[in-house]
């Protein structure tokens, strides 16, 4: 399998580059594809996500959720649409589950999935001379976040965050020879995707995993404020319930970003605890965190807003390490 091909030439990629700029290229083993192509595609996916397939366009990508009856997300990705396939991009452990539950929901549409992204992957590149990289390789990238810019075969995808950050999709075949020209030009390739993920959640941006479906309304993950959810649009799963979160503004729980002392980083759904939580399901949980060093780590979680503001927050146990709450960037 093409995929096969694509893991054993990163594994054994050598790097003989001797530049010293700081691009940094990141293989983003933490995210798959799961391309969805057909006659039906869009209106099929308008009414299985919350966000609206109306705005969608190869040069502007969009966050989305799909739902469960109740209005609790079973997946978040990204969407990203070609010429004749729509990509939805989130961990890989969450594509056989969430391509499982859409091929319930297909009946006589036209639509196909695959779970292996039709033979396309995606990288990363991040750092303050990242622009001028992708300029010598590739062409000029998108200036605006969410944004895509096209430059066959491949898609260039502005990333919120400080720092410039890039996606590249693009075939499999032509990716290797990309990321051979990124490093000659500069790009350090990482040995993981842990600053990959540590920017994002520097940026407020979540992810929803196995261990985390079923848990969080799309507001309790801030979706509605990253575009994600259309209040206009027709008929999704979920929308009643989460229609009715929003003009009631009854939302008790939110996304929140802390950093925490302690040398374990807590996993996804880890739960939180606060004396101040005044529900019996507890203050929260964790939606993703990433070390910083040996002895804290970052992360976002969805928690409990008069915790958070009328007392403290703790993992593991009351009495556990506190989380030290920190600016989201689109929250002022």
């Known amino acids: 399998m093409l995929q096969d091909e694509w893991q054993n030439f990163l594994k054994t990629f050598k790097n003989n580059n001797t530049k010293h700029i700081d691009c940094k290229l990141a293989a ?8 969805i192509y057909g006659r039906d595609t869009e209106k099929f996916l308008q009414g299985q996500c919350t966000n609206d397939l ?6 502007l990508t969009q966050l989305g959720s799909h739902c469960n009856s109740k209005g609790r997300m079973l997946a978040l990705f ?31 549409s036209q639509v196909q999935l695959d779970i292996t992204g039709a033979n396309t992957v995606a990288i990363g590149l991040l750092g303050t001379d990242t622009l001028d990289v992708l300029r010598q390789v590739l062409g000029e990238p998108p200036e605006q976040p969410n944004t895509a810019t096209q430059i066959a075969p491949f898609t260039i995808i502005r990333m919120h965050g400080v720092i410039p950050r890039f996606q590249i999709l693009g075939p499999i075949e032509s990716m290797q020879e990309c990321w051979k020209n990124l490093v000659d030009q500069g790009g350090q390739p990482m040995p993981n995707d842990n600053e990959w993920i540590l920017e994002d959640i520097k940026a407020g941006i979540p992810n929803i995993y196995p261990e985390t479906a ?13 575009e994600g959810v259309s209040f206009t649009k027709g008929c999704y799963n979920g929308q009643e319930v989460i229609a009715r979160l929003q003009h009631l503004g009854a939302l008790k729980r939110r996304l929140f970003r802390a950093i925490v002392l302690t040398d374990v980083c807590p996993k996804p759904g ?4 606060s004396m101040n939580s005044a529900s019996g399901q507890g203050a929260g949980n964790v939606v993703e965190a ?3 060093n040996k002895n804290s780590c970052e992360l976002l979680a969805v928690v409990e807003i008069n915790a958070v503001t009328q007392g403290t927050v703790h993992i593991n146990h009351n009495n556990g390490p506190e989380l030290q709450f920190l600016d989201v960037p689109y929250i002022d």
């Open 28 to 35: 983003l083993s933490h995210l798959g594809l799961l391309a």
């Open 54 to 59: 109306g705005n969608l366009t190869p040069k």
């Open 78 to 108: 990204r969407m990203i649409k070609s010429a004749t396939v729509i990509y939805l991009q989130l961990p890989t452990s969450n594509i056989q589950p969430l391509a499982e539950r859409l091929n319930k929901y297909r009946l006589r």
């Open 214 to 226: 079923d848990t969080f309304i799309p507001q309790m993950a801030n979706l509605q404020l990253l």
């Open 270 to 273: 880890e739960p939180l605890y």
């Open 290 to 292: 990433c070390s910083i």
